[in-house]
């Protein structure tokens, strides 16, 4: 009896470590990087309108001829990551909605590729009932200013742009989230900036680097001994 209830424990333990280890969570699942050959599909590899700029699937993949339109520091050669390297999140290849995890989240800007000429980047608590916006960046910050979070609940992004406000939850929809397959728990998040555009969502591009709550730790530790407890039970 006490070895079941070791073993369920550890497993259920285990399991929520497990859940963890997407700190990305929402609607949608995790999929690898296709070619990128601008065909419009996933929504990611959609043409730009914006001149010469490119979408946010050639700024990240990168080795695409560089991009147009560039703002405050941008790099024409994008972040050059290699698509092999990344994985995009969505349903069925359409943008969909995003909760990032409590924790440590480290935000970089990375690039402004046209759009707007104002701009405000943030988050916000989307269990609160009327949330606070906490802005990170706007067009006065140049590429590679960082800002950190400590997030003590779930927390959502959001890009306002004039009387346009995209968020990550929900519609209406212009952020976009990506993952790298090497480097533990770096992210990218490209934004759109205006409603039924063209959804390059290549207008603000920022990486993330993420680090979990303290608790998490300790629950995978938990699991761990609970696991190393049933081994010594049943030895």
Same mark, same amino acid.
């Given at each position: 009896?006490?070895?079941? &209830?070791? /073993? /369920?424990? !550890? ?6 470590? @497990?859940?963890?280890? #997407? ?12 070619? @990128?050959?601008? *065909?419009?599909?996933? =929504? ?10 490119? +979408? ?15 703002? +405050? ?16 999140? /969505?349903?069925? *290849? ?32 989307? /269990? ?12 006065? +910050?140049?590429?590679?200013?960082? !800002? ?8 959502? &992004? ?9 968020? #990550? ?15 533990? +728990?770096?992210?990218? =998040? ?13 207008? @603000? ?19 761990? &001994? ?10």
């Amino acid at each position: 009896m006490c070895s079941k &209830l070791i /073993s /369920s424990l !550890a497993v259920l333990i285990m399991a929520s470590a @497990v859940m963890w280890s #997407s700190p990305v969570t929402g609607t949608g699942t995790w999929s690898s990087w296709p070619q @990128v050959n601008n *065909d419009g599909t996933p =929504f990611w590899d959609r043409t730009s309108s914006d001149g010469r700029a490119c +979408n946010i699937g050639y700024f990240l993949a990168g080795g695409f001829g560089g991009c147009g339109n560039l703002k +405050n520091g941008t790099p024409a050669s994008g972040l050059n990551l290699g698509g092999s390297n990344l994985e995009y999140y /969505s349903n069925n *290849d359409a943008i969909t909605s995003f909760l990032l995890a409590p924790g440590e989240w480290t935000f970089t800007l990375e690039g402004r590729i046209a759009g707007s000429s104002t701009f405000e980047v943030g988050y916000y608590y989307p /269990s609160t009932p009327l949330p606070t916006l906490y802005p990170l960046f706007n067009q006065t +910050n140049t590429v590679g200013d960082t !800002a950190k979070v400590m997030a003590n609940n779930v927390i959502a &992004l959001y890009l306002m742009d004039g009387s346009y406000f995209f968020r #990550s939850d929900s519609d209406p929809l212009g952020v976009a989230a990506f993952r790298h397959t090497v480097l533990p +728990n770096q992210f990218y =998040f490209g934004f759109e900036d205006r409603p039924r555009g063209d959804w390059d969502m290549n207008d @603000v591009v920022l990486s993330a680097h993420y680090v979990p709550e303290p608790g998490t730790y300790a629950l995978i530790g938990a699991g761990l &001994l609970g696991l190393g407890l049933l081994r010594r039970r049943l030895s």
